[in-house]
């Protein structure tokens, strides 16, 4: 094996695949099995159109509770020349879902009879008279189920490919179907192979990775309608792997093999596909997910390929894109169910994009409708961040051949979340801010969605005015007034009215190790020799606090070491901190203590909610109005430590 | 109790029952679980907001398979003036996701690096040199993913009431939560009732019910985050279905007990419920569904209410809406879950709907979007036609106090079905037909969804002129010329292009019991003393055809017993022979041969689809146009008895 992978392009890729399953006689539907009509047979898919084998109802049945009768012995009967009949065989008391008497045509329901006894008086039991007397004629089959006014016997009750939703099996039953021929359902078993893995429950040492792909990978498989057997975890070793695969492939229809599908030196998969079948694909143009590798293997004993394998890139992202583009299709296919057509909508990119020429690059976004335009705002795009799926409504395909994309351009979005909750979302587009993970929590148990893309305090106000978010949150200091907000949203949005409504006010500091080591009391000790500064990234209002105040005391950046390494959130800047990376950084105590580290109390800062007017009054909006004068949330914020929501859900200012 | 029920309002019914559940202690959520994280916690729902444990990654990582170097060691290499580094304790080897050394803050990919020995040749082993060469300064921080990249500790990894994803799966994995507070499940016992129901699987005798709301009921149930229990089949008997409903209670959250709602001779529900508790609703006004009753009862030994009661009306369609429009909210706000939203749409109703003024009335429509119209045909509405919610699309709700819809008139529809399959949906309206159910068992395989109303030829034309279908099935006979379709086309549809495109020549005849016990030869006899015939509907092709045929031999309707007598379909005109209730009745073959039946052949009838010119070259119609040609298909419609599709997809003319 060299170093490099052979990319090809994914088209090429599902080609290859579908066509070498065809060569293993792996096309279509795997097979059915017959299986006892139950409430468990729900999202199971039929394996063969059913017919009805019985008319539903299978006999003329009574409609209502009441008498049957036939309908010419009820004719001309009026209220003033009533009709009286006897029971006997043609006329009957029966109750709704009886079968009508054979000289009988017609019902009429109770409370329309008089009941009599034999001397012609009121019935003591008005369901078992000796005579009826009626008031008005039945017309035939008047309250009667006709045999097979629901299904006649031979009747189609349902295609075949078709999941079975639970009216269906009331349809089965009713029509005599009690054994269903459904698809069989596709085994995949799943090896995460990596000798750095450990498994979920375990507390991780430095260098330890997780092994969480499986978990995904069979939750996805499951939600397909496969049955997923995760494998336990093969250290990085030729021998044990190829073991594993063979084992595997005793019982698969598809075995998964989990990393080691580049071509690194513990990258044993696609050698161990080769020993025990067929390479066909090491590698495909497609971003995140390249080190994809297609296969086939022999079961032990056959003399032909038997089994497909399927080795899934390592990292997460990839993994789970990876199992959507090729495994989801063919595991359809299986089943016999159509090529899916997922949700899709239409929406305009937020800001410009730079896309890899060679490959088919799937980005995930955020996506929101905003004053009835609808937009997609890109989120991370490291294949390691599996938090950015978490966060993701859906995902656009830059193709290959195209460099990117222009802010404003329309794309086809892939929606994970429906398109109705997406009406149901509230986006917002700013300064990031812990207490807004807790609003999203809460507002989530009101049915609202709250999706946030951190873009800094500029950014928030750029999208605002582009028309592109529902709110923004800022904490921008005008360095002139020494006032928060005003100024910023007065120049960034001048042609729109906006309302400034505070949220908190919280405390900025240095974020320092605990111990505070270095001793910093001040910003004037990020120009100290040797002292390791992270920064956040520019536009953000921290950086202009930062660059404010450095300013104020005459300290050029370039004698801050570290004042180009940028973060984009106050727990990030921690974490650099945490890791060693840097010596201290500049954010809310929030961030500090939620990682263990001390905080140097510096300034006090204003971070506010800037809305457009038009926007107030909206339903959406209310439940967040609402949360921002509920106590019980202020004192969920007042237990942040740094922050004071007393002044929450004031109105600063209407601007614009 | 009654003869009759005491219906209440729709909305009041729900709040007397979200208040009695208050009072009971049961408004929202019911409990946690704690459990393992792994694949099978897919669709559970968070309890509580989870924050990440750990950061991730919890290490500075390496992104890529190369060497870690501090990037200060770096500094000024470039093509002609290369760096050598010693390989140490900074500089080192790693791979994707191996933990930076100490020392090190960035990764220069392997293929960017020269391995060397110790005398500075190319190494043995590329990744075990004694040196490196490089050729370009590395920047801090490249190609590592810094801790805390993807989440950092105490971050919010997902609030309460978040329906887990397998991706949610990764993320809570990857923060170190490996034990998950989830929704607990509600449990739900389902009793079926009533002396005549027999299980699924048994061969049903005349009155007997094949009980299947239970499955129905416990598949619902499961879909919507409970566990079912399904008990055994009670009679109607007070006293055991009094025992039935007090076992249940000992576990159960809920308890449903099928039919016996009513207030007939046999129900028992109402009485069952107050002698163990309380009787908070009996009667719902909303058709289908009325005899609802709410309560709760006391486990054995309590002395509050503990357990509610729903009754659940014994009609498949009304047990199903009852299911959705109490239990499933009731089940949500158990678990956590924000009201549903379920996907709606606006579209014109078809025909004109009366509606009884004092019930929420649910109205089952077939829906499809025609030319850019979306259009909701009304469906069966008998509570007993499980098959119309198997064709549903979606339930338009007629409010209590209106009387009606007029036909063209815009409602909303709770779909069903999801709105991108209506996208992929032919809609056809007209004249049945066997044959078109094999088409959309084959349309279905291709990914296209194929709904039919049956209104018989002329209402399919009168669709197509109002541009509410995509096509019609007609076999219209015009006595004048004896030539079938052509003219009928011409006369309803006179200002569109219409191409007639032939399906096939069906023999129509006399449907008679097995043995042809009156000996009926020809429509002369339906004037025989005796002779009880059923009809087919005005304006269908074969009531025509019978009218042109008896006006032929001058024989008047009104001479003709049963006459009046209309069925929507040849099953159904077959079935009503079949079942003792007619003598005789005009159809095709197969009806009579699917039911055992035997046939008197009389006349051969073409049978033609109308199809709009503009929607031919629809990639929607490309399948159907595509199998009319398919040889394998036309035998399947030729192994139907008296069918001949040899001609099927010859273009007959182009009208209009």
């Known amino acids: 094996m060299g170093v490099y992978l052979h990319d090809i392009p994914l088209d090429q890729a599902l080609t290859v695949l579908r066509e070498n399953l065809a060569r293993l006689g792996l096309p279509g539907r795997l097979g059915e099995e017959i299986l006892p009509l139950g409430p468990e047979l729900a999202g199971r898919v039929t394996a063969r159109p059913i017919f009805a084998r019985i008319s539903a109802p299978h006999y003329h049945a009574s409609a209502m509770d009441g008498f049957a009768v036939n ?18 065989d043609g006329v009957r008391y029966v109750d709704t879902g009886d079968p009508l008497p054979d000289e009988a045509n017609a019902v009429i329901p109770i409370e329309m009879v008089e009941s009599l006894d034999s001397s012609h008086q009121a019935a003591q039991n008005p369901r078992a008279p000796d005579w009826i007397r009626i008031r008005s004629a039945a017309v035939p089959w008047q309250h009667v189920r006709p045999m097979g006014e629901d299904m006649v016997a031979t009747q189609l009750v349902l295609p075949a490919g078709h999941p079975l939703r639970p009216v269906d099996l009331g349809a089965l039953a009713a029509a005599g179907c009690f054994e269903i021929p459904v698809a069989r359902k596709p085994v995949v ?73 580049s071509a690194g030196s513990e990258d044993f998969t696609a050698g161990v596909v080769a020993s025990l079948g067929e390479l066909w ?17 022999k079961k032990d004993g056959a003399d032909h390929l038997t089994t497909p394998v399927i080795g899934v ?8 894109l990876t199992a959507e583009i090729f495994i989801q299709p063919l595991l359809r296919r299986w089943i016999g169910l159509p090529a899916s057509r997922g949700e899709e909508v239409e929406a305009s990119i937020t800001r410009k994009i730079v ?28 294949a390691g961040v599996i938090s950015s799926l978490v966060k993701a409504d859906g995902i656009v395909i830059i193709p290959s051949g195209c ?31 812990m207490t807004l993970d807790l609003l999203a929590a809460r507002l989530n148990e009101k049915g609202v969605r709250f999706t946030s893309a951190n873009a800094g305090s500029q950014g928030g106000l750029i999208a605002l005015r582009r028309g592109e978010a529902h709110l923004a949150g800022t904490h921008l200091l005008d360095p002139e007034s020494g006032v928060y907000n005003l100024a910023a949203v007065g120049r960034y949005i001048p042609d729109r009215k906006i309302s400034l409504i505070h949220w908190a006010d919280r405390t900025q500091g240095l974020i320092v190790p605990k111990g505070n080591p270095k001793k910093l009391t001040s910003l004037a000790n990020l120009a100290d020799e040797g002292i390791r500064f992270i920064n956040r990234q520019r536009g953000s209002g921290t950086r202009i606090l930062l660059d404010y105040h450095l300013s104020r005391l005459g300290i050029a950046p370039d004698l801050i070491l570290g004042y180009d390494q940028e973060e984009y959130t106050h727990l990030a800047v921690a974490a650099a901190v945490s890791s060693g990376r840097a010596d201290c950084g500049l954010g809310v105590a929030a961030a500090a203590y939620a990682l263990g580290l001390d905080f ?38 007042r237990n942040q430590p740094g922050y004071d929501p007393t002044r929450m859900g004031t109105l600063i200012a209407e601007l614009g």
């Not at 309908?71 to 006997?88: F, M, W, Y």
């Not at 590698?283 to 297609?294: D, E, K, N, T």
């Open 71 to 88: 309908a010419k012995d009820t004719e001309g009967a009026l209220p003033s020349r009533p009709v009286i009949l006897k029971v006997g």
């Open 189 to 261: 078993f799943v090896i995460p192979t990596g000798s750095e893995l450990i498994p979920v429950g375990q507390v991780p040492r430095r260098g330890d990775i997780i092994e969480f792909n499986s978990i995904v990978l069979a939750a996805q498989l499951e939600q397909w309608g496969a049955v997923a057997h995760r494998s336990k975890i093969i250290p990085d070793d030729f021998h044990k792997i190829q073991a594993a695969v063979r084992e595997a492939a005793a019982q698969a229809d598809l075995i998964l093999v989990n990393a080691g599908s």
């Open 281 to 297: 694909v090491h590698g495909v143009a497609c971003r995140p997910g390249h080190p994809v590798i297609l296969g086939a293997v």
């Open 313 to 320: 890139p390592g990292y997460p992202v990839s993994a789970v």
């Open 355 to 382: 896309s890899p020429g060679g490959d088919d690059d799937y980005m995930r976004v955020v996506v929101g409708k905003v004053g009835g335009k609808t937009l997609a705002a890109p989120i991370a795009r490291g």
């Open 403 to 433: 460099q990117g994309l222009e802010a404003g351009a329309s794309v086809r979005v892939r929606l994970y979340t429906p398109l109705r909750e997406l009406e149901n979302t509230l986006l917002a587009i700013g300064s990031h801010d």
């Open 600 to 637: 140097v109390p510096l300034f006090q800062e204003e971070y506010d909610l800037a809305i457009p007017n038009d926007f107030l009054t909206l339903p959406l909006l209310q439940p967040l109005l609402d949360l921002m004068n509920d106590a019980g949330f202020q004192d969920e914020v």
